[in-house]
């Protein structure tokens, strides 16, 4: 754990990702809605890669994507053996579901790419508030319903143009974090014990997740933390695939294997420091130089966590 750096922002987001892995168990046991959770962890997950993300040459970025087709190619012929003519269709299933974050990220990146090539940087605050007000309309005006299967794309997308716009702080107060986290605490026993109505969200995630991004010391690089991530994104679900096809084990056992396999070949993968190594399995390289582009890529592509 000596690469592991005090970054509230990288904690949050590993944080995160677990609780996308356990979301079943957290909406049991605490009570909360498991659309909810998911809403939100993804929420903050996207908004921490659309940062960091926005620092990598546009080129770069779209390397990102190459271990999703990696993974989803071993998984479709673990699960298949040899049957070679399914293989391409459990391809596009497994990306589209599995590494389905990672996915919607890439297809943000380009969609913002495009909306700067045509209206300028100026209009992305713009667009953040509308996609957000979007997703409320959606959830409280019947004439919308229709767009309802598209609700959370609004949510997401509003989160990941508001993180490309944030720049890190020469420094933070600790204060502030903890009364962040107080708020996001504050408003789930609000909506537990007096709110009647459901708005689709914590709204605290907003702060929270601005105040995170905000402590990144050491935005322009991929430190271990990022290497934990990437490896949560990519190694677990293929772990958890492949373990599960092969092996008569319960779920939960399962989950921890990979998740503590994940996590040595993360690290194992940041040691070696060889960058083909990196981008194959992981889609970063820890020593690539980064650029603040005035428009930018994030994960969760998402990966869908549940077993």
Same mark, same amino acid.
């Given at each position: 754990?000596?690469?592991?750096?005090?970054?509230?922002?990288?904690? &949050?987001?590993? &944080?995160?990702?677990? !609780?996308?892995?356990?979301?079943?168990?957290? /909406?049991?046991? =605490?009570?909360?809605?498991?659309? @909810? *959770?998911? $809403?939100?962890?993804?929420?903050?997950?996207? /908004?921490?890669?659309?940062?960091? #993300?926005?620092? +990598?040459?546009?080129?770069?970025?779209?390397?990102?994507?190459?271990?999703?087709?990696?993974?989803? =190619?071993?998984? %479709?012929?673990?699960?298949?053996?040899?049957?070679? %003519?399914?293989?391409?269709?459990?391809?596009?299933?497994?990306?589209?579901?599995?590494? $389905?974050? *990672?996915?919607?990220?890439?297809?943000?990146? +380009?969609?913002?790419?495009? *909306?700067?090539?045509?209206?300028?940087? $100026?209009?992305?605050?713009?667009?953040? !508030?509308?996609? &957000?007000?979007i997703f409320f309309a959606i959830i409280f005006i019947k004439r919308l319903s229709p767009l309802g299967p598209f609700k959370d794309y609004f949510l997401y997308f509003s989160f990941y143009l508001m993180a490309i716009k944030v720049r890190s702080a020469a420094s933070i107060k600790p204060i502030l974090l903890v009364f962040a986290l107080c708020l996001v605490a504050g408003e789930i026993y609000l909506r537990e014990k007096y709110i009647s109505f459901d708005y689709g969200f914590i709204l605290s995630i907003f702060p929270l997740t601005y105040l995170s991004l905000k402590t990144i010391d050491q935005e322009t690089n991929m430190g271990f933390a990022d290497y934990l991530i990437f490896g949560l994104i990519y190694i677990y679900p293929a772990l958890f695939v492949i373990i599960k096809a092969r092996m008569p084990i319960e779920d939960i056992? *399962? @989950?921890?294997?990979?998740?503590? %396999?994940?996590?040595?070949?993360?690290? %194992?993968?940041?040691?070696?420091?060889?960058?083909? @190594?990196?981008?194959?399995?992981?889609? #970063?390289?820890?020593?690539?130089?980064?650029? $603040?582009? /005035?428009? &930018?890529f994030y994960l969760p592509g998402y990966c869908h966590f549940s077993p």
């Open positions: 754990m000596k690469y592991f750096k005090n970054n509230f922002a990288s904690i &949050l987001c590993i &944080l995160s990702l677990l !609780g996308l892995i356990f979301k079943a168990f957290l /909406a049991k046991y =605490l009570i909360i809605d498991e659309n @909810l *959770i998911e $809403r939100s962890l993804t929420s903050l997950i996207i /908004a921490y890669l659309a940062f960091k #993300i926005s620092f +990598i040459d546009t080129k770069k970025v779209f390397i990102m994507f190459i271990p999703a087709i990696f993974y989803s =190619l071993v998984m %479709a012929f673990v699960v298949n053996g040899s049957n070679f %003519a399914k293989v391409p269709y459990d391809i596009v299933e497994i990306i589209t579901n599995i590494y $389905r974050l *990672i996915l919607m990220v890439s297809g943000f990146f +380009i969609l913002e790419l495009i *909306i700067n090539q045509i209206l300028g940087s $100026r209009i992305v605050p713009i667009l953040a !508030g509308l996609s &957000l007000l056992g *399962i @989950l921890i294997i990979s998740i503590l %396999a994940s996590y040595i070949i993360a690290e %194992a993968i940041y040691k070696i420091k060889n960058k083909y @190594l990196s981008y194959l399995l992981l889609g #970063i390289d820890w020593h690539c130089k980064l650029y $603040r582009l /005035a428009f &930018l």
